[in-house]
């Protein structure tokens, strides 16, 4: 994203201060940035503090300062103003920027956290929450029922244990906690015991291997975690990465992965379920939706990532640039895009996992 940047600070011929921020040396991130920001765990209220000072020197010093401290969005916000900033595009404690939101605006600063509010974020970011509001707009979501123990995976599983079914975390990303059960309903053959700890690419395990690890976890008793038991959708899974402004969506383009190839595109069945999610959810930014198809081939919700997916990189073969779109238009560049404009110059393309290098 900030390589695009640099590109449309290059065609629009526009004087533009690109600055990254993170709490850790992240040279692939700032190769690509004008200014550099190494974000503390906690930041010093002194007025003269190192800006590039590291996060342990600074957390030393809040060890022996802790009155003197400033959450992180503050320190962001301090150094946006001081950079006259005009838009903020957060990662993944935008919750903790949403709530200052106003300090913001007053600053003058376009804030972008995937959504308008903190309930919308908090919403998004718990997977059940999440699918009740889709049920309450009446947008095809997929089913869950939540489980915070073994008494009620037990209950759950005698009720629903007629289909293909799959477990997840009610918040979490990058699949972590994610288990598709053998229930002996599926269409595949039962999971060999050890295939699960063999390839735990594919992401299956023994029903009964799955509630014993779950019963007998002393993660689990030590810090409960809360999980979803949901059907198994067979169909399509498709990630959507989407430009939107309150609720109301600018640009988008849809990926779904073959093998190792995604395939780039603009599939308007998805779009009719993305369109009113984001709609919903009042989303604001540059957000991805995950959606999968079920057995009938309806396109279903999965969940709202409320930034950036981490294969926005792939949609620039499109020959349409999101970040630039968004971008753009948010810094006054460019009129406010229009998705059904932007969706037929869209050019569908395969494309394999891009990587990269960075040399120190």
Same mark, same amino acid.
């Given at each position: 994203?900030?390589?695009?940047?640099?590109?449309?600070?290059?065609?629009?011929?526009?004087?533009?201060?690109?600055?990254?921020?993170?709490?850790?040396?992240?040279?692939?991130?700032?190769?690509?940035?004008?200014?550099?920001?190494?974000?503390?765990?906690?930041?010093?209220?002194?007025?003269?503090a190192d800006d590039n000072e590291d996060s342990?020197?600074?957390?030393?010093?809040?060890?022996?300062?802790?009155?003197?401290?400033?959450?992180?969005?503050?320190?962001?916000?301090?150094?946006?103003?001081?950079?006259?900033?005009?838009?903020?595009?957060?990662?993944?404690?935008?919750?903790?920027?949403?709530?200052?939101?106003?300090?913001?605006?007053?600053?003058?600063?376009?804030?972008?956290?995937?959504?308008?509010?903190?309930?919308?974020?908090?919403?998004? %970011?718990?997977?059940?929450?999440?699918?009740?509001? /889709?049920?309450?707009?009446?947008?095809?979501?997929?089913?869950?029922?939540?489980?915070?123990?073994?008494? %009620?995976?037990?209950? @759950?599983?005698?009720?629903?244990?007629?289909?293909?079914? /799959?477990?997840?975390?009610?918040?979490?990303?990058?699949?972590?906690?994610?288990?598709?059960?053998?229930?002996?309903?599926?269409?595949?053959?039962?999971?060999?015991?050890?295939?699960?700890?063999?390839?735990?690419?594919?992401?299956?395990?023994?029903?009964?291997?799955?509630?014993?690890?779950?019963?007998?976890?002393?993660?689990?008793?030590?810090?409960?975690?809360?999980?979803?038991?949901?059907?198994?959708?067979?169909?399509?899974?498709?990630?959507?990465?989407?430009v939107c402004e309150h609720g109301e969506v @600018?640009?988008?383009?849809?990926?779904?992965k073959t093998g190792k190839i995604q395939h780039?595109?603009?599939?308007?069945?998805?779009?009719?379920?993305?369109?009113?999610?984001?709609?919903?959810?009042? /989303?604001?930014?540059?957000?991805?939706?995950?959606?999968?198809?079920?057995?009938?081939?309806?396109?279903?919700?999965?969940?709202?990532?409320?930034?950036?997916?981490?294969?926005?990189?792939?949609?620039?073969?499109?020959?349409?640039?999101?970040?630039?779109?968004?971008?753009?238009?948010? @810094?006054?560049?460019?009129?406010?895009?229009? @998705?059904?404009?932007?969706?037929?110059?869209?050019?569908?393309?395969?494309?394999?996992?891009?990587?990269?290098?960075?040399?120190?």
């Amino acid at each position: 994203m900030l390589e695009s940047l640099q590109a449309l600070k290059t065609q629009s011929n526009t004087p533009l201060n690109i600055i990254a921020s993170h709490r850790h040396e992240r040279p692939e991130i700032f190769e690509f940035a004008d200014t550099v920001y190494y974000e503390p765990s906690v930041a010093r209220l002194d007025a003269d503090a190192d800006d590039n000072e590291d996060s342990a020197s600074i957390d030393n010093h809040a060890q022996s300062h802790v009155k003197n401290v400033l959450p992180r969005w503050q320190f962001v916000l301090k150094q946006a103003q001081k950079d006259n900033v005009k838009v903020l595009l957060t990662g993944r404690n935008g919750i903790d920027y949403e709530a200052h939101r106003d300090l913001f605006t007053a600053a003058g600063i376009r804030l972008l956290t995937g959504a308008t509010s903190v309930s919308a974020l908090e919403m998004i %970011e718990d997977k059940f929450a999440f699918m009740q509001h /889709c049920h309450a707009h009446d947008i095809p979501v997929a089913e869950a029922w939540r489980f915070d123990n073994i008494d %009620e995976l037990r209950t @759950l599983l005698a009720e629903h244990d007629h289909q293909p079914l /799959c477990v997840k975390p009610v918040t979490g990303i990058f699949a972590q906690g994610f288990w598709r059960l053998d229930t002996g309903k599926d269409t595949d053959e039962r999971y060999d015991s050890f295939e699960h700890l063999y390839f735990t690419e594919d992401k299956k395990i023994n029903t009964e291997q799955f509630i014993t690890a779950y019963e007998r976890s002393q993660m689990i008793k030590e810090q409960p975690i809360p999980m979803l038991l949901m059907p198994y959708l067979a169909g399509q899974e498709y990630s959507i990465d989407v430009v939107c402004e309150h609720g109301e969506v @600018l640009a988008a383009i849809t990926r779904h992965k073959t093998g190792k190839i995604q395939h780039i595109g603009y599939d308007k069945s998805v779009m009719d379920v993305v369109i009113p999610l984001i709609k919903a959810f009042d /989303c604001d930014g540059i957000v991805s939706v995950q959606t999968k198809a079920d057995d009938t081939g309806q396109h279903r919700a999965l969940e709202i990532n409320s930034r950036p997916s981490g294969g926005i990189g792939y949609t620039t073969h499109s020959g349409f640039d999101l970040t630039q779109v968004g971008f753009g238009y948010w @810094l006054s560049f460019t009129d406010k895009p229009e @998705l059904e404009t932007v969706a037929a110059q869209i050019i569908p393309c395969q494309v394999r996992s891009i990587m990269m290098s960075i040399k120190l």
